[in-house]
């Protein structure tokens, strides 16, 4: 049975020659068995008529926020309270700014913005208007709002040209949808200790050691476990990031022996343990009370002492029926360095990235990574979201759990 079987769905469709595939789309998911309410934009109704539509899914097609001829209100409120998920498709340029931006001037923006649900974009339109700067500004807005992308394909497009733009098939949709639902209970009942951002450690008052780690990684690897049904403790260094899943319960930390203080009372309970933080390997020995003045003082000698080695440490404490990942931000010897890491620690699992990969580094959106395992085998990974490479990673670790 299709996990899409029960479940309530706002089907937005936009103007665009796409639209033509929304009735495909429909009837796949009245036949996975789920129950579609359409919401069409006045545009959108040049290119399909709500007769088709509403004869398919068995419900009238909203529109307006009014019946014309009866006065009948449709509250948007109300369908967004309904749905368990709203797929919009195709997601035209127009539709995409009004959603990123809070233009409520239609009933399917409106509807949008009242949805408590999973949200699902399959953008449709033009090769040089995928490509403008505006509209992969919006989708990357929108992405950061917690709204999923449906990449569109790359083939013929009505202009004539030829390139990224056409909307995803409704087939595959279709399959996207049923994986992330077949995903959102994958992780149900387990625990889930997962590490941020970087740590700073005090010099005096005002200055501090640390690195240029955003924790958008950790970030969005505790979203995603969150997503699929985990308990999460997210341990963050100091970021300017926020959880937004109510399964996501942060406790934030300054120093790499906090982190490892707050790690070691999750970590005996938890199913899983992610080391995605960039934890400083150094601090000052000595840090100062007050600030250390340049006016009154020769330069200061500065004593370094090591650090605690949290993933060390926790490989040690590690049951054999716990999974443990680790990361390696590596310069050179890239994977001969993970793989000994890998080892020394007693990971069960090491997510490899390299400051030689562009875009895949401190604050970006995208990474770039390769995953080796306990038994040294490699998977290599092109360039994606954040958000994208967390799945991934997190499809890796239940791998191994199914082995454990």
């Known amino acids: 049975m299709s996990s899409l079987a029960g479940k309530h769905i706002v089907l937005g469709i936009c103007g665009g020659i796409a639209a033509y595939k929304s009735v495909s789309l429909l009837r796949l998911f009245i036949k996975a068995g789920a129950e579609v309410q359409v919401v069409i934009t006045p545009a959108g109704k040049e290119f399909i008529t709500p007769v088709t539509l509403s004869a398919l899914s068995q419900k009238p097609v909203v529109s307006e926020f009014f019946t014309a001829n009866t006065g009948e209100w449709h509250s948007h409120v109300d369908l967004g309270l309904w749905a368990d998920c709203m797929v919009i498709a195709p997601a035209t340029a127009s539709t995409i700014g009004k959603m990123a931006h809070g233009i409520a001037d239609n009933m399917l923006v409106t509807t949008y913005l009242s949805a408590k649900s999973p949200v699902f974009l399959a953008p449709a339109m033009d090769l040089d208007m995928m490509c403008h700067p505006s509209t992969q ?8 709002y917690g709204n999923n992308i449906i990449e569109p394909a790359s083939g013929y497009l009505a202009s004539g040209l030829e390139g990224k733009g056409r909307m995803e098939e409704p087939e595959n949709i279709l399959a996207y949808l049923e994986r992330y639902f077949d995903s959102t209970s994958d992780l149900s009942g387990k625990s889930v200790l997962i590490t941020a951002g970087p740590t700073y450690e005090k010099i005096d008052p005002v200055r501090f050691i640390g690195n240029y780690s955003s924790g958008k990684m950790g970030y969005a690897l505790a979203e995603e476990c969150a997503s699929r049904g985990a308990n999460v403790t997210l341990v963050s260094g100091p970021v300017a990031l926020s959880a937004k899943s109510s399964n996501i319960n942060v406790v934030s930390v300054e120093s790499a022996r906090e982190m490892l203080d707050e790690c070691q009372k999750v970590f ?3 199913d899983i343990s992610i080391m995605c933080a960039a934890v400083a390997d150094y601090a000052p020995a000595n840090p100062s009370d007050h600030k250390i003045k340049r006016e009154k003082q020769d330069v200061p000698t500065i004593t370094l002492v090591k650090n605690p080695d949290i993933a060390a440490t926790l490989g040690k404490e590690k049951r054999p029926e716990q999974v443990l990942v680790g990361f390696a931000l590596e310069t050179d010897n890239e994977a001969v360095n993970a793989s000994e890491k890998l080892t020394r620690k007693n990971l069960d699992m090491i997510v490899l990235n390299s400051l030689r990969d562009k875009g895949a580094c401190f604050g970006t959106d995208t990474n770039k990574v390769s995953i080796i395992r306990s038994d040294k085998s490699r998977t290599d990974f092109p360039l994606k979201d954040k958000s ?11 791998k191994i759990l199914g082995k454990v």
């Open 137 to 144: 500004a919006n989708l990357s807005l929108l992405k950061s």
């Open 268 to 270: 005996p309970t938890s």
């Open 388 to 398: 994208e490479v967390a799945g991934d990673i997190i499809d890796e670790i239940l």
